[in-house]
């Protein structure tokens, strides 16, 4: 069975960055579609960032021209530069990786702290 490892979280002032990163423990993210995803406080889960098997990227508006989002050459790791970032974007954050069967695996999250 894969496994979904996060990294990289942490405490940061307003303003500082972050990468994420997730690990695979066998080479999916190739022919996956890839998604990071982030759980506020009393929140519902909300799909921060994809990428496609063809490399295509997408972001929620809040964190366009902050975020990016990429993979490895490799397909075991996908990761998530954050800069600038804000306190709203506080959260637990998740990875998530879907295959063609339509099968989806997830990671168990890390959490990422902005102080203000």
């Known amino acids: 069975q894969v496994q979904l490892v996060e990294s990289g979280g942490g405490l940061v002032q307003a303003g500082g960055s972050l990468r994420l990163s997730c690990t695979a423990s066998?080479?999916?993210?190739?022919?996956?579609?890839n998604r990071w995803y982030r759980q506020a406080p009393g929140k519902q889960r909300q799909l921060v960032a994809s990428?496609?098997?063809?490399?295509?990227?997408s972001y929620i508006d809040s964190v366009k021209g902050r975020f990016t989002i990429s993979r490895d050459n490799a397909g075991h790791t996908v990761y998530l530069q954050m800069n600038s970032l804000k306190p709203e974007d506080t959260a637990v954050y998740y990875c998530?990786?879907?295959?063609?069967?339509?099968?989806?695996?997830w990671g168990q999250g890390t959490q990422v702290t902005v102080s203000s």
């Open positions: 066998k080479s999916i993210f190739g022919d996956n579609v």
């Open positions: 998530n990786s879907q295959a063609p069967s339509g099968y989806y695996y």
């Open positions: 990428i496609t098997s063809g490399g295509s990227t």
